[in-house]
């Protein structure tokens, strides 16, 4: 069990340019979730899959934010003409899918994300 | 709208002694709740999660749940200068996760 990986740890962009980021859930878990914190702030939810099936997204998700996870495995986050104030740590979490809504989220070590 | 609220601290004890944790929800609805550790520029990490009233303990951790005042508690036993971090509490509710700010913890040696 290697735990949730994400890549890259650490983005600084300019802004309006547009930024990926990959996350890797545990194996074989189902569900995959995104978040995102600022500074002083709990993490806010922003969408969620189970396997391939995005299946809620946070009013949170602009436009300018999509996220895929094509084949149920690794999931990608792509911001588009990037702002200052996207400038966050977002996050990554995974459930294996079995627990229903009480089932426990393991985090990813995050990317810092910095638009200047 | 549904929310978490937990004192934001810093909540100061010394080495040793117990540091009570506290959050309240809004949503009825939730089911389960869950603490997370998270240390200054790190991710969160999960210490435990509860979702039947009364206690639960896990080591030097004891979880507190009262549905009926819709709040949650988290007891460090033995605190340790190790377990200076900010404690958040979350909420489960339609899959997703609602955190509260957290509170942070500082042990003093």
């Known amino acids: 069990d290697t735990g949730v990986s994400q890549n890259p740890r650490h983005k600084i962009t300019k802004r309006g340019q547009n930024v990926t980021f990959r996350c890797d859930p545990i194996s074989e878990h189902n569900r995959l979730y995104w978040y995102r914190q600022t500074l002083g702030q709990g993490p806010e939810f922003l969408t969620y899959f189970q396997n391939e099936a995005q299946l809620e997204k946070s009013r949170l998700l602009s436009d300018r934010f999509s996220a895929e996870r094509p084949k149920g495995s690794f999931s990608t986050l792509e911001i588009q003409r990037t702002e200052q104030g996207d400038s966050a740590m977002y996050l990554c979490a995974s459930s294996s899918g079995q627990g229903g809504d009480s089932e426990t989220q393991y985090f990813g070590p995050g990317t810092r994300l910095l638009v200047l | 709208q549904k929310e978490v609220e937990q004192n934001s601290g810093p909540l100061s004890v010394p080495e040793g002694a117990i540091a009570s944790l506290n959050c309240t929800y809004s949503d009825r609805g939730s089911q389960s709740f869950f603490w997370y550790r998270q240390y200054s520029g790190k991710s969160p990490e999960l210490i435990m999660f509860?979702?039947?009233?009364g206690d639960k303990e896990d080591g030097r951790f004891t979880a507190q749940l009262n549905k009926a005042s819709q709040y949650v508690s988290l007891l460090i036993r033995d605190s340790q200068p190790s377990d200076s971090a900010t404690y958040l509490c979350a909420a489960s509710g339609y899959s997703t996760l609602t955190f509260g700010k957290g509170t942070m913890l500082l042990v003093s040696p």
């Open positions: 509860i979702y039947s009233n």
